[in-house]
């Protein structure tokens, strides 16, 4: 065991720190060179036959579990941007609780690490009765959910070890991004903003290494958080899946209660627990949401809220900066693509916490890798 973990001590460890080289393989030639050294387009082979069926499709309905749902919920603004289609979430636990309506005219897209969740399994089969086209995004080759759809894509991440899904996410979150990519018709009105992505998920891996950098940062951080109960992480846009993946993070492992939570609705419940001790995580990187997290910053500032930001690298414009404020400082990228970065601190808060809480990081308790039953 300790060979495959290398110089790690656990494996989440490892999983988070090979993300650069798992992102690659995931990218691995897929990417089509233009001229230039620049990817001019993507080439899905698992998809390609599909393309016309699901732009034509009603909507596209995305369904996951856990960190597989959170990774879908990251992708969902691009996909629906680019492709023109309508995208609604499911989890599948509550698809099939409520036999909710999929129609044959749906795409429906099946995000599953293992490929093996009875709940997406289930979903799949339910969708499938109902005549929907039905697309597997899982990371293993010849499971059951890649075997029973009618087309999809893997993520070629590598095996995945650490319960806690940490490489599997950003690798998801960029095959749904080369799907979007793929499903989008080459329009000149956008262009700019495919190439923008295209060269981003180029950069994506080296933006990656430099995040990881921040380890220590984020050890410090977790040793003055290490005693507390309770933590929140407010996202919005492409990053409320990020605060919902960070809380999912600290919650499994850390054995921490910690809520992600849509920063639009602080002010219908949240802003009720704000006070100078509970550690409230802000994402604000720069983006469309961006003025709106400085809105909702100064509003937390202004009652003493206990702020952790996640901000643009070299951004000033924050009020928040000094007193108990702390800022992390992540490299920006085009704003489809920030999800994978911004997921980097929270991942190693996570790793960090739970070593220093002295739990088991690679297995928590009560939890298993791949849920088989229902
Ligand atoms: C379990 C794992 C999670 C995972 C979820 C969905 O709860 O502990 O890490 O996100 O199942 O698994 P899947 O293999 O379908 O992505």
């Known amino acids: 065991e300790q060979i495959m973990k290398g110089n790690y001590d656990h494996f989440m460890q490892k999983e988070i720190h090979e993300q650069p080289e798992s992102l690659t393989t995931t990218m691995r030639g897929r990417l089509i060179s233009g001229d230039s050294s620049k990817a001019k387009g993507v ?77 997406t399994l289930q979903a799949l089969k339910y969708a499938k009765k109902n005549g929907a086209l039905c697309v597997g995004i899982t990371n293993t080759v010849g499971s059951a959910i890649a075997r029973e759809t009618d087309c999809g894509v893997h993520i070629n991440a590598g095996c995945e070890i650490g319960v806690a899904s940490t490489k599997a996410y950003t690798s998801q979150i960029v095959v749904m991004t080369m799907v979007a990519l793929a499903l989008g018709d080459d329009t000149i009105s956008s262009q700019a903003r495919r190439e923008a992505t295209l060269d981003g998920l180029l950069d994506l891996p080296n933006k990656v290494r430099e995040v990881l950098k921040l380890n220590d940062e984020l050890k410090s951080l977790a040793k003055l958080l290490m005693c507390e109960q309770s933590l929140l992480v407010f996202g919005r846009g492409c990053n409320y899946a990020t605060a919902l993946e960070g809380a999912l993070k600290v919650k499994e492992v850390a054995l921490m209660h910690s809520e992600g939570i849509l920063a639009g609705e602080m002010k219908h419940g949240p802003l009720a627990l704000v006070d100078e001790t509970l550690p409230i995580i802000v994402i604000a990187t720069h983006d469309a949401c961006f003025r709106k997290q400085q809105s909702v910053i100064q509003q937390l500032h202004a009652r003493k809220g206990r702020l952790i930001v996640i901000c643009s690298k070299g951004d000033t414009s924050l009020v928040c900066t000094g007193g108990s404020c702390r800022v992390i400082e992540v490299p920006q990228v085009v704003d489809c693509l920030q999800p994978v970065i911004n997921i980097v601190p929270l991942q190693l808060l996570a790793y960090h916490l739970t070593v220093l809480r002295g739990f088991n990081v690679d297995q928590p308790r009560n939890l298993a890798k791949s849920v088989t039953t229902q």
């Open 43 to 119: 080439l899905l082979g698992g998809l390609k036959d599909h393309l016309k069926t699901i732009r034509r499709s009603r909507r596209i309905v995305f369904i996951g579990c856990g960190t597989s749902y959170n990774a879908a919920l990251a992708a969902r603004p691009f996909m629906e941007e680019l492709s023109g289609v309508p995208v609604t979430m499911e989890i599948a636990s509550d698809l099939l609780d409520r036999e909710g309506p999929i129609y044959r005219e749906d795409t429906v897209v099946f995000v599953s690490q293992s490929g093996e969740t009875a709940d």
